[in-house]
C-alpha cells in the first residue's frame, strides 16, 4: 500500500485556515485551477458539525469527463482534522488509481502561521501497483502543488481582510 505525507506552513491563523479548507470545502475550484468545476457532494448526509458533506471535483467541462467524488468521513473541528473518501470516476481503462483516502491535520505553529499535514493512501489499480514508485512521485508532486496552492489561496485572502 502507498502511503504520502507532505506538509506545508501556511502564514494565516489556524482558525482561518480550518475555514478555507474545510467550512469552504466544496469551494477547491476557486482555488485550484487542474478543477474546472466544484460543488457540494448532492444527496449525501453531514457529518455532525460538518458545513457539508463533501464535494464533486470536475476536471473537464465535459459532463463525462474525469470527475472525482470526495464525501467527508471524520470531521473534527476542534482538533482540526478532516478525512476524505476520493472515488474517481469517468476515467480511461489504462488509469492506475481507483480512489484515495485523505486526511488534513492543521497545526498551529505560531498565533499567525499554521502547518497543513497531508496524508494519503491512493487505492491502485493493478498498473499503478506495477509502476508504483513513479507514480509515488507523480502524486507528491500534485498534492504539493494542491498544498501550495491552498497556501497561496489561504494567505491571499487573509490579506485582504
Known sequence: MMNIGISVEINTPIKQVWHDMAI???????????V??????????????????GRICEFTEDKMGLQAAERI????????????????????????IR????????SEISP????LTFRAKPDLKFLG????PL???TLCSQFMDMLNAFKQHSESLRNRN
Request: net charge positive.
Open 24 to 34: 469552504d470545502f466544496p469551494n477547491i475550484a476557486n482555488w485550484y485551477s487542474p
Open 36 to 53: 474546472v468545476k466544484s460543488y457540494e457532494l448532492p444527496d449525501t448526509p453531514r457529518l455532525s458539525g460538518a458545513s457539508c458533506s
Open 73 to 96: 468521513t471524520h470531521y473534527d473541528e476542534i482538533n482540526k482534522r478532516l478525512e476524505v473518501k476520493v472515488d474517481i470516476f469517468n476515467t480511461k481503462k489504462a488509469t492506475m
Open 99 to 106: 480512489g484515495n483516502h485523505a486526511s488534513f491535520q492543521l
Open 112 to 115: 499567525a502561521r499554521t502547518l
Open 129 to 132: 501497483r506495477v509502476l508504483s
Open 135 to 137: 507514480l509515488q512521485m
